[in-house]
């Protein structure tokens, strides 16, 4: 069923179009990023991450942005298609930490025929 | 299928009673991990294994919860004298080495009348 919520930030495309989604961090030790897709009745899906000595990462139509000094990062989808509809988090993970990856809060994507 | 199995699916229980889920991680993983999420959050960390051994719980995890992996392969999360907050969706990942790709199950939705 259901497990994503209702009052999700949410983010409408229309098909083919690019989409921008954001997320802040407030951990500055954090040294690991990750996006992760989540879809309905799902468990999250890992799309594509990024260590904090790059700035960008490209993967297959997607690409990830770290802005470390303003603690900054975003993912870009080219080209969108019905199937990235989902509910996007981005997670970190401290240097500190030998386990622990913190889920932001997430932003839906919706996509307009 | 060789991802991340979880079972039950789903489970009703009454406020009062134990429930326990089982996690199958994928076979060649030395990491799992737990995390709960709630209708409109992200994954909240609950804990995690490598191999056998329970290495961080966070403060989330009260007395009520407990978990284990035997042998290091399959994990099993039990909360006793459930309550209605403990109503979310229980998710189980796992990871290869360093532990950073995480690999979710479709997760166990509880729900507490």
């Known amino acids: 069923g259901e497990n994503v919520g209702l009052h999700l930030p949410t983010l409408s495309v229309q098909e083919g179009d690019n989409s921008i989604i954001n997320c802040a961090y407030s951990?500055?030790?954090?040294?690991?990023f990750i996006w992760y897709k989540q879809e309905s009745g799902k468990g999250p899906q890992f799309i594509i991450d990024?260590?904090?000595?790059?700035d960008k990462r490209q993967g297959q139509r997607v690409t990830v942005l770290l802005n470390k000094t303003v603690k900054h990062l975003s993912l870009q989808i080219a080209a969108t298609q019905p199937g990235d509809s989902a509910v996007y988090f981005c997670?970190?993970?401290?240097?500190?930490?030998?386990?622990?990856?913190?889920f932001g809060s997430g932003t839906r994507l919706s996509i307009r025929p | 299928d060789t991802g991340v199995s979880q079972n039950p699916r789903h489970k009703i229980t009454k406020r009062g009673q134990n429930v326990t889920f089982r996690c199958d991680p994928i076979?060649?993983?030395?990491?799992l991990y737990w995390y709960r999420q709630t209708l409109g959050q992200g994954p909240e960390f609950l804990t995690y294994?490598?191999?056998?051994?329970?290495?961080?719980k966070s403060r989330l995890l009260s007395d009520r919860f407990s978990a284990e992996r035997p042998k290091g392969s399959f994990s099993t999360l039990e909360i006793q004298r459930t309550e209605q907050g403990d109503s979310a969706m229980y998710l189980c990942?796992?990871?290869f080495g360093q532990g950073e790709k995480l690999f979710f199950g479709s997760g166990t939705q509880l729900s507490v009348l």
């Open positions: 076979s060649e993983h030395n990491r």
């Open positions: 990024i260590r904090s000595n790059m």
């Open positions: 294994f490598q191999n056998e051994a329970q290495l961080e």
């Open positions: 990942a796992s990871s």
């Open positions: 951990n500055s030790a954090s040294d690991y």
């Open positions: 997670a970190e993970k401290a240097e500190s930490s030998a386990s622990k990856i913190i």
